[in-house]
């Protein structure tokens, strides 16, 4: 059988295709990086005072891909995910170590100011947030307050624009002073994706997105991801194997605060390289 040279914690493996890394061995195994990363993270370390929650996770995220990132609930996909946006500085407890880069930038370097970079890595949340605003202006805040538009006629471009990509616009373009507020679960979802785009990110981050819609609404928002993968790079949180496999490119699953396995989403659930992976996967547990 062909041998298929994977990496393992960033060193070059032969793995062939019946071999599986036993559970005690906590190594990244798969391919974590790629060729033209649009972010890259280096030797991430998270502690919440002296616990730590995330061991030496290295992965990057490639152009116009979706990394769906998979596992148990308190493994620490969600912490992850909060450190490519710095959301995790609103923590005070909370300490990162690690190198964090967007575009060969690092994110956490002293010069970088927060607000801009939570405009280029936009963030869309489990439960939809709508402001207490109307639709139109839940769209134009952050244009507004970044300064992308320099009159009110390319303002309502901007808001029409991202709500088209968002694909709301046909449902809501007649009730624009209305409050966001008053959509129906999936449509606030899809106006929080529009308020992320409209202010022109590079990556936007999905922690969750579908947990609180109906399978109807969810539908709508999977095809909505694979539609903005064509202009953006998305990091998807999500408990469902069956979301990942449907909307994501490559997969990463961790276990315990460890990077278990990262790998084309097809690959890692037909054929895991780990044996934590595969125990999640075929339900042992999780």
Known sequence: MMEQTEEIRGEKSETRDWEVVSREDRRTVGIPFVDNPRMTCRNIDVYYGDEQAIQDVSVDIGNNEVLSMI?????????????????????????????????????????????????QIGMVFQKPNPFPKSIYDNVAYGPKIHGLAANKTDLDEIVETSLKKAGLWKEIKDRMDQPGTGLSGGQQQ??????????????????EPCSALDPIATAHVEDLISELRKQYSIVIVTHSMQQAARVSQRTAYFHLGDLIEVGETERVFTNPRHQLTEDYITGRFG
Do not use: W
Not at 87 to 112: A, F, H, S, V
Not at 192 to 207: G, N
């Open 190 to 207: 899809r106006l929080c994706i529009a308020r992320a785009i409209a202010v022109s990110p590079e990556v936007i981050l999905m922690d």
């Open 71 to 119: 596992g148990p609930s308190g493994c620490g996909k969600s912490t992850f995910l909060r450190c490519l946006n710095r959301m995790n500085d609103t923590i005070d407890i909370c300490r990162i170590t690690g190198e964090i880069c967007l575009d060969g930038m690092d994110i956490y370097g002293g010069e970088i100011d927060v607000v801009p970079l939570r405009a």
